[in-house]
């Protein structure tokens, strides 16, 4: 009976476990581990091989844009000096409609004529607006001196290149695609306003409204042209952003020698410099995985 006693007496030893609420376990200490506690550690679990050839390839589209900008900025330049009159901006403001809408018949998959007749409703609506307010832009900035006209638009492109989205897939996480959008907004909304900054130091309204309405053009729709032509053909959009770069160098070259030098080393430094960094630092990454990670909440809705 005192054996008896004496084993009942005896303290009772309760086994550590991995619980998340619940308080202190007797016995344990609140930060105490066992050697179960490293059994379910992954290693680099998420990290992605990338490779230098796809990097470099996947940076063309980054050029390409940058490109596209400072065609725009050239367009500016030459009819800011009366090199490009009113009919001659005209004429490529007719001409970039209409291969925008070439481009977008030939690649897109599925155009139904109840849309394209759509669009071409609102692209009139949007004409006709803009033609209607060019005297409003036109005296909009004449209390401003040129000097802040052209300081301010030389920032706004700058926010709109470093705010723009250069990503031609959606992401997935819907806090990334919110942040994305706001991103992409904000971005637009400064190269409109850069737009009208240097339309409004044009000396006449048919002038203000083909500046614009180029403008608008480029900065509206030329994404959504050069994401239909990558989808349809990777090749035919890798020959595309390669012309592009070099008819925009050759007309940079001709502008301005230290523009060009400059230009050539941004597009050098995207395409090779970049990519390569990032494959380098990627070796250097380093992730830890396990059961105290955040719970991800997981739907698999099956009909």
């Not at 998420?46 to 065609?71: E, F, G, M, P, T």
């Not at 007719?94 to 109840?114: H, K, N, R």
């Not at 819907?174 to 190269?191: K, Q, R, W, Y």
């Not at 230290?258 to 430094?269: A, G, P």
């Amino acid at each position: 009976m005192d054996s008896h006693l004496r084993k009942s007496s005896s303290p009772t030893i309760h086994k550590w476990r991995k619980v998340a609420y619940g308080g202190m376990q007797p016995g344990f200490d609140d930060n105490h581990t066992d050697e179960s506690f490293l059994e379910d550690m992954i290693m680099n679990a998420n990290v992605v091989k990338r490779d230098l050839v796809k990097v470099i390839l996947d940076a063309v589209s980054i050029s390409q844009y940058l490109c596209v900008v400072a065609l725009v900025v050239l367009v500016w330049t030459y009819t800011l000096r009366s090199i490009f009159s009113e009919q001659s901006l005209l004429l490529l403001d007719i001409a970039l409609l209409g291969w925008g809408f070439v481009v977008v018949l030939l690649t897109a998959e599925m155009l139904s004529f109840e849309l394209l007749l759509n669009y071409i409703l609102r692209t009139s609506f949007f004409i006709t607006g803009l033609y209607i307010l060019s005297p409003i832009y036109h005296t909009l900035t004449r209390s401003i001196s040129s000097d802040t006209i052209w300081a301010l638009t030389a920032s706004l492109v700058v926010l709109h290149l470093f705010l723009h989205n250069y990503s031609s897939s959606t992401a997935e996480a819907p806090g990334a695609l919110e942040f994305s959008t706001f991103t992409n907004n904000i971005s637009l909304n400064v190269s409109i306003v850069a737009s009208l900054l240097v339309a409004s130091r044009l000396p006449s309204r048919l002038h203000v409204f083909a500046i614009v309405l180029f403008s608008l053009q480029v900065f509206l729709f030329a994404p959504f042209v050069s994401y239909c032509i990558k989808k349809y053909s990777f090749r035919l959009h890798l020959c595309f952003s390669l012309g592009l770069m070099a008819v925009t160098l050759f007309f940079v070259y001709h502008l301005h020698q230290l523009l060009f030098i400059l230009l050539m080393s941004i597009l050098v430094f995207v395409n090779l410099v970049c990519p390569y960094w990032l494959i380098r630092i990627q070796e250097y990454k380093f992730e830890i995985n396990g059961p105290w990670d955040e719970a991800k909440l997981c739907f698999n809705i099956t009909e």
